[in-house]
């Protein structure tokens, strides 16, 4: 089956338990990694509860938002969960949505660029175990020293990117990149960029891991499974980058005239607009034998990690998580 990972949202609102039965279901299917959102919720947290439920799966966050978190503590909470699950640890760390950094929780608008490099460069001095004395236009750290040495410094940092600046960042400085809300066209373009960046850097862009979350509807039912992609594009549409992702491709006039249906409050006629290559697009979904294709046109994209994001419709997380583990089992693991 090649890697295959799983994120699960915290907007389906599960209890931390709930995220540590779903962690070891994936991995009795075979999947090779699983991550926790970070939507009002505390991602490191929850894959805590996914590492101590789990003995092989690789764990982490997709993301864990680095506007909310000193990148000394990240590191040190990092640093902890890798220890505690085995090495399996993966840091994924992203500016997440500036409307809700800066609008709903009031948090200073400190240029996301270059806070994400000196987030990576603190994590990874703080990694190493050894003093870190550090100054740069957002952090500064001063002879910080952990009390317990980090058990490895090179822990995997990947970033979330959508835009050429932060997909060109990671190409740079990350272990790894995360796509999202991309087809696999626009996909292709993006790992172009990650690579073209990291040999600029003077790196091998085989060591910059493409991993790609997908939103994902498993169903035999084409009827919902077109109707939960169409509700997760127009979530999309509202996204503060979406104008800029979609500039200049076939899609951009559909997806800006589903964001003027919904800001006029016109729900009904935003999903209406949503039109079926728009959503195959962006959407996995239907059933399992088409839902596996399409997870393969992004392998052929140049995506590593695809990352399943099983996404509600009409609010059942529960059952959409569900059908995308069984669907995707892994037949080495037919039996467990």
Do not use: K
């Amino acid at each position: 089956m090649g890697q295959l990972g799983l994120s699960i949202s915290s907007r389906g609102g599960f209890a931390p338990l709930a995220f540590a039965d779903y962690a070891r279901r994936a991995e009795a299917a075979g999947l090779t990694a699983v991550f926790a959102t970070e939507n009002a919720s505390d991602a490191m947290a929850l894959a805590g509860m996914m590492g101590g439920a789990t003995t092989r799966i690789a764990v982490g966050t997709a993301v864990t938002n680095l506007y909310l978190r000193h990148p000394a503590l990240a590191a040190m909470t990092a640093a902890t969960l890798d220890e505690a699950c085995g090495g399996r640890f993966v840091l994924g760390l992203g500016t997440v949505n500036p409307r809700f950094n800066f609008e709903t929780l009031g948090l200073p608008q400190e240029p996301p660029l270059t806070r994400t490099r000196e987030y990576v460069e603190v994590v990874r001095a703080v990694l190493s175990g050894q003093p870190v004395t550090y100054s740069g236009e957002v952090f500064r750290l001063n002879d910080f020293t952990p009390y317990r040495p980090p058990p490895r410094a090179d822990l995997p940092i990947y970033l979330a990117a959508l835009l050429p600046g932060m997909l060109r960042l990671a190409g740079e400085v990350a272990d790894g990149v995360l796509l999202n809300l991309m087809s696999a066209r626009q996909v292709r373009v993006a790992v172009e960029r990650v690579q073209a960046s990291a040999e600029a850097a003077g790196r091998d862009p085989a060591d910059v891991a493409v991993a790609c979350v997908l939103p994902c509807y498993v169903s035999d039912s084409l009827p919902a499974a077109r109707q939960a992609a169409r509700q997760l594009v127009a979530g999309y549409a509202l996204h503060p980058s979406a104008a800029r992702l979609f500039a200049g491709s076939g899609d951009a006039p559909q997806m800006a005239a589903v964001q003027e249906r919904l800001l006029a409050g016109d729900r009904d006629g935003a999903l209406a607009t949503v039109g079926e290559h728009l959503a195959t697009g962006l959407v996995v979904h239907g059933p399992p034998d088409s839902c596996l294709e399409q997870v393969a046109a992004f392998r052929a994209a140049g995506v590593d990690l695809p990352v399943l994001f099983p996404i509600a419709l009409d609010g059942d997380w529960g059952q959409s998580l569900s059908a995308a583990v069984d669907a995707f089992r892994d037949p080495v693991y037919a039996d467990a």
